[in-house]
């Protein structure tokens, strides 16, 4: 197969993905949500409304550094490089993972999302438990793996997540990814945009973009779901509650599927664009 008809492969799937999301037609509960969330946030003050999402902001930015500066990072580029280094020899940084195929690093970066995907599964099923423990730390827990999981993706292309640019991107995508999906092919076409633009590393944050409390159905599904997770905790089959582990396990590794996904078609739009260039 010619490199010319690989891309063309590529550049298929994406085009079928960006079609998917812009025709999405959200629900009416969805619609519904949306404008009770606004008329809520309508009766703020914009002081304190600017207050509580920039606390939001700066929650994520500090998230977002804590990963990054762990020792598990630093072991997860390692293996990264370990892997690269199967396809070609010379690597020996991040940055040079630039250099392989659009194939390849996309297959390093299924690699990452898998795992992604099951400690996702492992952590809901610990939140199903029950115990507040485990409750408590549910929604902390969500959005620490699934950045992590954009930065793991991010990496798997050749970019660090540590630097200005790639972090903003990195948060970029995390939010893109859990607004509504109505709302997410417009942030995706804003992305595309930005392609080869010079960046001044500067994210917008919540309180700039439209609409901003739309963001809060993310974390508001979270809370109804340990609301479900407590009241079918009390139902136990042999003493262990099977439906509220299913319930969170299937919920986060839905929203894990959904981050990953996004983060990985913007970066096989980044490398076809690169291409092109």
């Known amino acids: 197969m ?3 008809e690989n891309v063309q492969q590529w550049q298929d799937k994406l ?3 960006e079609e998917a999301l812009r025709t999405y037609e959200p629900s009416q509960f969805s619609n519904t949500l949306d ?5 809520a946030f309508d009766y703020l003050p914009s002081e304190m409304k600017d207050m509580f999402f920039s606390q939001i902001d700066t929650w994520l930015f500090h998230l977002h550094g804590f990963i990054q500066q762990s020792s598990f990072q630093r072991q ?3 293996r990264i490089i370990k892997m690269a280094q199967s396809y070609k020899e010379e690597i020996e940084t991040i940055e040079d993972i630039q250099s392989l195929t659009l194939r390849q690093k996309a297959f390093i970066a ?5 795992k992604q995907k099951l400690y996702s599964l492992v952590q809901g099923g610990m939140t199903g438990t029950g115990k507040f423990s485990t ?3 549910d929604i902390p827990a969500f959005a ?3 950045i992590r999981t954009t930065q793991l993706i991010a990496l798997s292309y050749g970019y660090r997540a540590s630097s200005p640019n790639e972090m903003v991107k990195a948060l970029q995508l995390f939010y893109c990814a859990t607004v509504p999906k109505k709302y997410q092919y417009q942030r995706w076409q804003s992305l595309k945009e930005e392609l080869g633009q010079e960046q001044d590393f500067y994210f917008d944050t919540l309180s700039e973009k439209d609409h901003p409390a739309v963001w809060l159905q993310q974390p508001l599904f979270h809370l109804v779901k340990l609301i479900f997770v407590i009241v079918l905790s009390r ?3 042999n003493g262990i509650p099977v439906l509220g582990i299913l319930t969170a396990a299937g919920s986060n590794y839905f929203w894990t599927k959904e981050v990953s996904g996004f983060a990985h078609h913007y970066y096989v739009m980044r490398h076809l664009s690169e291409w092109e260039n």
């Open 235 to 237: 139902r136990k089959v």
């Open 35 to 39: 404008y009770w969330l606004d008329k």
């Open 2 to 4: 010619s490199v010319t």
């Open 76 to 78: 997860a580029e390692e």
């Open 135 to 137: 409750l408590a730390v």
């Open 110 to 114: 299924d690699q990452q999302i898998a």
């Open 15 to 17: 085009s079928e993905w």
């Open 144 to 146: 620490a793996l699934n």
